[in-house]
C-alpha cells in the first residue's frame, strides 16, 4: 500500500525498502513497537518487511519530527486482550506465515509469529541469472507479551529476529558470492493514559548485521559490517496539545570493512557514538487555522573522530480546514541527521552498511518545505489530494565506487564516497475512491533528486541513483460476493546507472573503466499484478479462502541493470541488459483466520 501513494518510488526489482521525496531509504525512520529498524528491505525489494498479520496496527507519513530527513513508518501489535485463542496461517508457493494470540489471563496476552519464504522450492529451477544460479531465502520470527493491569496502563514486551541468506554465482567470470544479513530487536515499553494525560517509556535493543563473502578466482574476500542500537524513550502528552519528547542512544558500528585473502585489505573500522535528543510541540487553534510550532535539539559525539554536533532544529506546520472546500497544509523546518547508509545498490543486497557522522562526513542537514491540498467529496466517497515539496541537502552520500574494485584495489571508504549537497523537488497527485465495491486510487508523481559533487570529479549536477522523474500508479479492489479482485500497474521512468566505458581480463581479474556517474538511465519500468480471492464459507470460528496472484502479469521484461559483457564468438565486450530473473511469477496461497 505505502510503496504506491504519490511521493514514494515503487519498488522495482533492483530497488528495497522506501523513498520519499527523493530521500534515500537511510533517511526514513522504521519503527517495530517505537523501536528503529535498519535496513528491513528484503532482497529486490520482493517481499514485504514485517509479517503484517502480527503487526496489524500501521502508521506512515511523508515526513517526521525526529533525527531522520525522509519519512516515517510505524507498525505495532495489537494493544487487545484476547478472549480466546486465535489466529492466521498462509500457506504458498512463494512464503508462508503464520501468527497465533492466545490469553495467559484476562490481563496477559502473548502473541508469537513465524514466516519463511520458498521461492528456492518451488522456482528453483527458474532463479538464474545469464544461466548461473541464484538462491535466496528468509526466515523471520516475532514475539509479544501484552500485560493490562487496568484501563490505563499497557506494559508490552517485543523480541523480532530476521535472517535472509543468498547466494550468486557468475561462472563466465569466476565470481561468487554467498551472504547473510538480518536484524534483532529488543524491547519493553509502558504506556498510561488518563486525567488528560498520556505517557511512554520504553528501553531497547536493536541490531543489524551483514555477512558477505566474495570470490574471484584470483582473490576472496568477506566484508562484514553490522550497527547495533541502544536506546531509552520517554514520550509525555499534556493537556492543551503540548507534546514532549526525549531520548537517548548509544550506537556501536562498523561500516564495511572488506578484508581480502591477499595483501589488499583494509584495517577494520569501528565507530562509537552517543545522540541525545529533546524535542517540544504544542498545537494551537484559532478559529479554522491549527498552528504547530515544534523545536528539536540534538547532542551527537563520535568517539574515534572526536566530532560533536549540538543542533536545535525548528519546524512549523500550519493547516487550514475549509469544510467542505477541502483543507490546506503547509509545513518546513530544518532537520539534521547523524547516520549515513551507503553501498553500491539499494536493493538489499549485503553490500550495503551504515556509518557514523564525523571520521568521513558531518552531520546530514536538511531545509525543507512542503504544500499539500486535500479534498473529500461525493458524500466522502472520494477523494483528492495534491501537493508540491522541495527539500536542499547538505552532506549527502553517494557510493561511486564499484564491487569488482574491492578485489583488485586498496580499500579506502573515503575513496569510494562522494559527500556532496543536493536538491529534491516535486509534486504528486491522487485521485481514490474509498468505499463502495470498487474502491482504489491513481496516482502521479514527478520528482527530482539532484546532487552536486565536488565540482573536479563531478563538475556538474547528477542524478542519485534512486531518481524516478515520473511515475504514475493505479490501483483498483473489487468484492464481488465471495470474490476479492485485486490489481496494480505502475510506470515509471527509468533509474540512472554509470556506464562501462571498457572492461578488462588480467590475470584473471576484472579491471572495469566506468564514464560519467549516472550518465545513463535503464529503460522505462512497467508492471501489472493481479490477484484473485475466494472466501470459502465460514465454519464456525474458521474463516478460509484461497488467492490466486500473478505478479508481473504482461511479462514486461524489467532491467535490473545494463553491463558489459563479453563475447567469445566475436572476442570483443558488448552491452547486455540484465533483467529480472522470472519474467512472470504465478502463485496460489490457502490462507485461514481462527
Same mark, same amino acid.
Given at each position: 500500500?505505502? !510503496?504506491?501513494?504519490?511521493?514514494?518510488?515503487?519498488?522495482?526489482?533492483?530497488?528495497?525498502?522506501?523513498? @520519499?521525496?527523493?530521500?534515500?531509504?537511510?533517511?526514513?525512520?522504521?519503527?517495530?513497537?517505537?523501536?528503529?529498524?535498519?535496513?528491513? /528491505?528484503?532482497?529486490? &525489494?520482493?517481499?514485504?518487511?514485517?509479517?503484517?498479520?502480527?503487526?496489524?496496527?500501521?502508521?506512515?507519513?511523508?515526513?517526521?519530527?525526529?533525527?531522520?530527513?525522509? $519519512?516515517?513508518?510505524?507498525?505495532?501489535?495489537?494493544?487487545?486482550?484476547?478472549?480466546?485463542? &486465535?489466529?492466521?496461517?498462509?500457506?504458498? #508457493?512463494?512464503?508462508?506465515?503464520?501468527?497465533?494470540?492466545?490469553?495467559?489471563?484476562?490481563?496477559?496476552?502473548?502473541?508469537?509469529?513465524?514466516?519463511?519464504?520458498?521461492?528456492?522450492?518451488?522456482?528453483?529451477?527458474?532463479?538464474?541469472?545469464?544461466?548461473?544460479?541464484?538462491?535466496?531465502?528468509?526466515?523471520?520470527?516475532?514475539?509479544?507479551? #501484552?500485560?493490562?493491569?487496568?484501563?490505563?496502563?499497557?506494559?508490552?514486551?517485543?523480541?523480532?529476529?530476521?535472517?535472509?541468506?543468498?547466494?550468486?554465482?557468475?561462472?563466465?567470470?569466476?565470481?561468487?558470492?554467498?551472504?547473510?544479513?538480518?536484524?534483532?530487536?529488543?524491547?519493553?515499553?509502558?504506556?498510561?493514559?488518563?486525567?488528560?494525560?498520556?505517557?511512554?517509556?520504553?528501553?531497547?535493543?536493536?541490531?543489524?548485521?551483514?555477512?558477505?563473502?566474495?570470490?574471484?578466482?584470483?582473490?576472496?574476500?568477506?566484508?562484514?559490517?553490522?550497527?547495533?542500537?541502544?536506546?531509552?524513550?520517554?514520550?509525555?502528552?499534556?493537556?492543551?496539545?503540548?507534546?514532549?519528547?526525549?531520548?537517548?542512544?548509544?550506537?556501536?558500528?562498523?561500516?564495511?570493512?572488506?578484508?581480502?585473502?591477499?595483501?589488499?585489505?583494509?584495517?577494520?573500522?569501528?565507530?562509537? /557514538?552517543?545522540?541525545?535528543?529533546?524535542? @517540544?510541540?504544542?498545537?494551537?487553534? #484559532?478559529?479554522?487555522?491549527?498552528?504547530?510550532?515544534?523545536?528539536?535539539?540534538?547532542?551527537?559525539?563520535?568517539?574515534?573522530?572526536?566530532?560533536?554536533?549540538?543542533?536545535?532544529?525548528?519546524?512549523?506546520?500550519?493547516?487550514?480546514?475549509?469544510?467542505?472546500?477541502?483543507?490546506?497544509?503547509?509545513?518546513?523546518?530544518?532537520?539534521?541527521?547523524?547516520?549515513?547508509?551507503?553501498? %553500491?545498490?539499494?536493493? &538489499?543486497?549485503?553490500?550495503?552498511?551504515?556509518?557514523?557522522?564525523?571520521?568521513?562526513?558531518?552531520? !546530514?542537514?536538511?531545509?525543507?518545505?512542503?504544500?499539500?491540498?486535500?479534498?473529500?467529496?461525493?458524500?466522502?466517497?472520494?477523494?483528492?489530494?495534491?501537493?508540491?515539496?522541495?527539500?536542499?541537502?547538505?552532506?549527502?552520500?553517494?557510493?561511486? &565506487?564499484?564491487?569488482?574494485?574491492? #578485489?583488485?584495489?586498496?580499500?579506502?571508504?573515503?575513496?569510494?564516497?562522494?559527500?556532496?549537497?543536493?536538491?529534491?523537488?516535486? /509534486?504528486?497527485?491522487?485521485?481514490?475512491?474509498? *468505499?463502495?465495491?470498487?474502491?482504489?486510487?491513481?496516482?502521479?508523481?514527478?520528482?527530482?533528486?539532484?546532487?552536486?559533487?565536488?565540482?573536479?570529479?563531478?563538475?556538474?549536477?547528477?542524478?542519485?541513483?534512486?531518481?524516478?522523474?515520473?511515475?504514475?500508479?493505479?490501483?483498483?479492489?473489487?468484492?464481488?460476493?465471495?470474490?476479492?479482485? $485485486?490489481?496494480?500497474?505502475?510506470?515509471?521512468?527509468?533509474?540512472?546507472?554509470?556506464?562501462?566505458?571498457?572492461?578488462?581480463?588480467? *590475470?584473471?581479474?576484472?579491471?572495469?573503466?566506468?564514464?560519467?556517474?549516472?550518465?545513463?538511465?535503464?529503460?522505462?519500468? %512497467?508492471?501489472?499484478?493481479?490477484?484473485?480471492?475466494?472466501?470459502?464459507?465460514?465454519?464456525?470460528?474458521?474463516?478460509?479462502?484461497?488467492?490466486?496472484?500473478?505478479?508481473?502479469?504482461?511479462?514486461?521484461?524489467?532491467?535490473?541493470?545494463?553491463?558489459?559483457?563479453?563475447?567469445?564468438?566475436?572476442?570483443?565486450?558488448?552491452?547486455?541488459?540484465?533483467?529480472?530473473?522470472?519474467?512472470?511469477?504465478?502463485?496460489?496461497?490457502?490462507?485461514?483466520?481462527?
Amino acid at each position: 500500500y505505502v !510503496q504506491s501513494l504519490p511521493g514514494v518510488s515503487t519498488n522495482s526489482e533492483n530497488t528495497g525498502g522506501l523513498h @520519499v521525496q527523493g530521500s534515500e531509504t537511510s533517511h526514513n525512520l522504521i519503527l517495530l513497537s517505537d523501536v528503529p529498524v535498519y535496513g528491513p /528491505a528484503h532482497l529486490l &525489494g520482493f517481499f514485504s518487511m514485517f509479517n503484517q498479520d502480527h503487526f496489524p496496527n500501521v502508521g506512515f507519513s511523508l515526513s517526521d519530527k525526529s533525527s531522520f530527513l525522509g $519519512g516515517r513508518l510505524s507498525l505495532d501489535p495489537s494493544d487487545t486482550i484476547p478472549t480466546g485463542a &486465535g489466529g492466521t496461517a498462509t500457506v504458498g #508457493l512463494i512464503s508462508g506465515q503464520g501468527t497465533v494470540t492466545f490469553p495467559l489471563s484476562d490481563r496477559s496476552a502473548l502473541t508469537m509469529s513465524v514466516r519463511r519464504s520458498f521461492i528456492n522450492t518451488f522456482y528453483r529451477g527458474l532463479l538464474s541469472f545469464e544461466g548461473n544460479p541464484i538462491r535466496f531465502g528468509f526466515t523471520d520470527a516475532n514475539a509479544t507479551f #501484552l500485560y493490562k493491569p487496568d484501563a490505563n496502563n499497557t506494559l508490552d514486551i517485543n523480541l523480532f529476529y530476521g535472517l535472509d541468506k543468498g547466494f550468486c554465482n557468475y561462472g563466465d567470470y569466476g565470481i561468487s558470492m554467498d551472504a547473510d544479513w538480518g536484524n534483532t530487536l529488543t524491547s519493553a515499553r509502558w504506556r498510561h493514559r488518563g486525567h488528560g494525560i498520556s505517557m511512554s517509556t520504553s528501553v531497547f535493543m536493536s541490531r543489524s548485521h551483514v555477512n558477505a563473502h566474495l570470490v574471484q578466482e584470483a582473490a576472496e574476500g568477506v566484508m562484514p559490517s553490522h550497527i547495533h542500537h541502544y536506546g531509552a524513550k520517554f514520550q509525555l502528552v499534556l493537556p492543551h496539545a503540548l507534546q514532549m519528547d526525549f531520548e537517548a542512544s548509544y550506537f556501536d558500528i562498523e561500516p564495511q570493512s572488506p578484508m581480502i585473502m591477499t595483501n589488499i585489505s583494509a584495517d577494520p573500522e569501528h565507530e562509537q /557514538a552517543l545522540l541525545g535528543t529533546a524535542a @517540544v510541540q504544542r498545537r494551537f487553534t #484559532l478559529g479554522d487555522l491549527d498552528i504547530t510550532p515544534s523545536l528539536l535539539f540534538t547532542g551527537y559525539t563520535e568517539k574515534s573522530s572526536g566530532k560533536a554536533y549540538f543542533n536545535p532544529d525548528p519546524s512549523l506546520e500550519l493547516s487550514y480546514d475549509m469544510y467542505n472546500r477541502g483543507s490546506l497544509t503547509l509545513e518546513g523546518g530544518r532537520k539534521h541527521q547523524y547516520l549515513n547508509q551507503t553501498g %553500491m545498490t539499494d536493493c &538489499g543486497l549485503p553490500v550495503e552498511f551504515w556509518f557514523a557522522a564525523g571520521p568521513h562526513n558531518d552531520a !546530514q542537514e536538511a531545509l525543507y518545505a512542503s504544500l499539500s491540498y486535500d479534498l473529500l467529496f461525493g458524500g466522502g466517497r472520494y477523494s483528492l489530494s495534491l501537493q508540491t515539496y522541495g527539500k536542499h541537502l547538505e552532506n549527502q552520500v553517494e557510493y561511486t &565506487g564499484f564491487l569488482f574494485d574491492l #578485489l583488485t584495489h586498496p580499500y579506502d571508504l573515503d575513496r569510494n564516497i562522494t559527500v556532496c549537497s543536493g536538491y529534491n523537488y516535486g /509534486a504528486s497527485v491522487m485521485l481514490s475512491r474509498q *468505499s463502495g465495491r470498487l474502491t482504489g486510487w491513481l496516482g502521479y508523481s514527478f520528482g527530482r533528486s539532484l546532487r552536486q559533487g565536488d565540482g573536479v570529479r563531478f563538475p556538474k549536477l547528477f542524478p542519485s541513483s534512486h531518481e524516478r522523474m515520473h511515475e504514475f500508479n493505479a490501483v483498483a479492489n473489487w468484492k464481488n460476493g465471495r470474490w476479492d479482485f $485485486g490489481a496494480s500497474f505502475v510506470l515509471a521512468q527509468g533509474q540512472p546507472y554509470t556506464p562501462a566505458n571498457c572492461m578488462y581480463l588480467i *590475470s584473471n581479474c576484472v579491471i572495469v573503466d566506468y564514464g560519467e556517474y549516472n550518465s545513463i538511465r535503464l529503460n522505462p519500468y %512497467m508492471r501489472l499484478d493481479l490477484s484473485a480471492t475466494c472466501n470459502f464459507n465460514r465454519k464456525g470460528r474458521l474463516d478460509h479462502g484461497i488467492n490466486l496472484s500473478v505478479y508481473n502479469a504482461t511479462c514486461h521484461y524489467n532491467e535490473v541493470l545494463q553491463y558489459l559483457n563479453y563475447d567469445p564468438d566475436a572476442g570483443t565486450f558488448c552491452y547486455s541488459k540484465a533483467h529480472f530473473m522470472v519474467p512472470v511469477i504465478p502463485s496460489i496461497s490457502y490462507f485461514c483466520r481462527f
